[in-house]
């Protein structure tokens, strides 16, 4: 039997096929091959001197400027490690001074008591009160010391690139002068090669020894970028400092706008340009645009400046210019002052001259008896409590009288804070409080209508337990007697369920009211 043949073997390819090929390319078509060359060379050049020092501007500044001496970005990366470094040998000067201070106020106590002791001691050299002023260097030292944080610390792409850099080598203090030029010098390459970075304006600001200049560029930085917040935070300091209350409200426009996390540092400045009358005209001007700080700006100032006399001024100026503030805006005000001075008649007050002239005209010293507008946030309107098991709500009258029914629903287990108040000024004397319930609440104690002298607490009146009327309107009353002792101007007017236990806090079924009023029994009290 014969054997299969044997598959042949192909001949080994030649080495360097490729220039082979290569030869002959150059021997048939020399020019194209020369254009097609040169072409290759010069996108190399291209990708050398753009694209890769652009991919390592970040990392290997140094070797990105090796390609491209003057690349912006580059550039930048090293600004940012020169200031990190800058920072360090400052904040390395103010813990030298900081210990400086420290050490004198040691060694002026020393001294103090060796005097006392009657014993002769050589002048230590310091000042009388050197012992007395370490405490305020030493804190002016660190203050100086976090006043000189690096603008990078507030800018995330810049932080970034220092992260991502090698650590710079520690400075020492001496070398401040140095290094203070080298930034200076290395922002005005970026701004050579790029005029429009908002980084590099403000790395030139920051380092600048002329206050002009310095405001200039921070200026140019702003302009170029919304988010350059060293520069916005700079200038409205500046601008705080020298009177210019509308520049003020510019920049912390900005920094509201972009910077959220400084907005506690940004409003201390605004609410300090409300205790002024050239600031508050700043301010009015800026809140009738209704920015989206507006509310935000309200908010602060109430809970800051609560019992002084400035937020009322402001709401006036802004009532005035006809953007007067809204009940969500003024309420925070309203309880901030209530708190602040453990009493309502302040704001009170405001609230009378924040309203208009006809609105001001219903205002009684119990308002919303008929319920006929909406519960809020409002303390002179009925504010109703987040409940559990316990749902409040109004419903129309089924006959022709002005109003709505208050209607409470209880659900299945526990009930808690089902209850619904608001502050009332009642002038001192007696009066009786009535009204219709009707509905079936099932449960060991029932809803209780209660008068309380406001701040202190004292009981001024209530009324029974009230579980409701199975069939038709029943009426209720209770009389009420405010005393003429100054402790109850304010009153607060109160329903809630009288539970005392937990037994007690189960209840089910629902309970109505409506035609509640509060009339005098006799005339009140003169001087109330």
């Known amino acids: 039997?014969?054997?299969?043949?044997?598959?042949?073997?192909?001949?080994?390819?030649?080495?360097?096929?490729?220039?082979?090929?290569?030869?002959?390319?150059?021997?048939?078509?020399?020019?194209?091959?020369?254009?097609?060359g040169a072409g290759a060379l010069l996108l190399a050049a291209l990708i050398a001197t753009t694209s890769l020092p652009m991919a390592l501007a970040e990392r290997h500044p140094e070797l990105a400027l090796a390609l491209h001496p003057e690349h912006p970005r580059a550039l930048l990366t090293l600004a940012g490690q020169e200031r990190a470094r800058f920072a360090t040998a400052t904040a390395q000067e103010a813990e030298q001074a900081a210990g400086q201070a420290e050490q004198a106020a040691t060694a002026a106590a020393t001294a103090t008591a060796t005097t006392a002791g009657g014993e002769q001691t050589e002048d230590a050299g310091l000042p009388p009160a050197a012992a007395d002023d370490a405490d305020s260097l030493a804190r002016q030292a660190r203050e100086h010391a976090a006043s000189l944080t690096p603008p990078e610390a507030a800018e995330p792409e810049a932080a970034d690139a220092a992260d991502a850099a090698a650590p710079p080598p520690p400075a020492a203090p001496e070398d401040l002068p140095a290094m203070r030029a080298t930034l200076r010098d290395l922002a005005t390459r970026i701004l050579a090669g790029a005029p429009l970075d908002a980084s590099a304006w403000r790395l030139t600001g920051d380092t600048s020894d002329d206050l002009a200049t310095s405001r200039q560029a921070m200026l140019e930085a702003v302009?170029?970028?919304?988010?350059?917040?060293?520069?916005?935070?700079?200038?409205?300091?500046?601008d705080y400092e020298q009177g210019d209350y509308a520049g003020v409200v510019r920049m912390a426009d900005v920094l509201l706008r972009t910077r959220p996390a400084l907005n506690e540092y940004t409003l201390s400045y605004l609410n300090s340009l409300s205790l002024s009358p050239e600031g508050r005209k700043a301010l009015v001007?800026?809140?009738?645009?209704?920015?989206?700080?507006?509310?935000?700006?309200?908010?602060?100032?109430g809970s800051k400046l609560a019992a002084s006399d400035a937020p009322l001024a402001l709401l006036q100026d802004l009532k005035d210019s006809g953007s007067p503030p809204s009940e969500p805006e003024l309420v925070p005000l309203l309880r901030a002052r209530i708190a602040a001075e453990k009493r309502a008649e302040g704001a009170y007050n405001i609230w009378l001259q924040m309203l208009p002239e006809a609105e001001a005209l219903k205002v009684r010293p119990v308002n919303n008896l008929d319920f006929a507008q909406n519960p809020g946030n409002l303390p002179f309107n009925w504010n109703v409590a987040r409940a559990v098991n316990a749902f409040i709500d109004l419903q129309p009258r089924g006959d022709d009288v002005a109003g709505r029914v208050l209607r409470i629903r209880f659900g299945v287990g526990r009930v808690r804070s089902a209850s619904m108040e608001q502050v009332t000024f009642l002038r001192p004397g007696s009066y009786r409080f009535s009204g219709e319930q009707k509905g079936l609440m099932s449960s060991k104690r029932g809803m209780v209508w209660q008068v309380l002298c406001y701040p202190s607490g004292t009981v001024a009146a209530q009324s029974g337990q009230l579980l409701g009327a199975p069939r038709t309107w029943r009426p209720f009353s209770f009389d009420i007697t405010i005393p003429n002792n100054g402790r109850c101007a304010a009153q607060r007017l109160r329903l809630f369920h009288d539970s005392r236990s937990t037994s007690e806090q189960f209840a089910s079924g629902e309970i109505q009211f409506q035609s509640l009023q509060i009339a005098p029994l006799e005339a009140a009290a003169s001087g109330g």
């Open 285 to 301: 001007a800026a809140l009738v645009e209704n920015p989206s700080w507006r509310g935000l700006f309200l908010r602060s100032m």
């Open 1 to 36: 039997m014969s054997k299969p043949p044997r598959p042949r073997r192909s001949p080994p390819r030649p080495r360097f096929v490729w220039l082979r090929t290569l030869r002959l390319a150059l021997a048939v078509h020399p020019w194209r091959c020369a254009g097609i």
């Open 223 to 238: 302009a170029r970028s919304r988010r350059e917040t060293v520069a916005a935070f700079w200038l409205m300091h500046q």
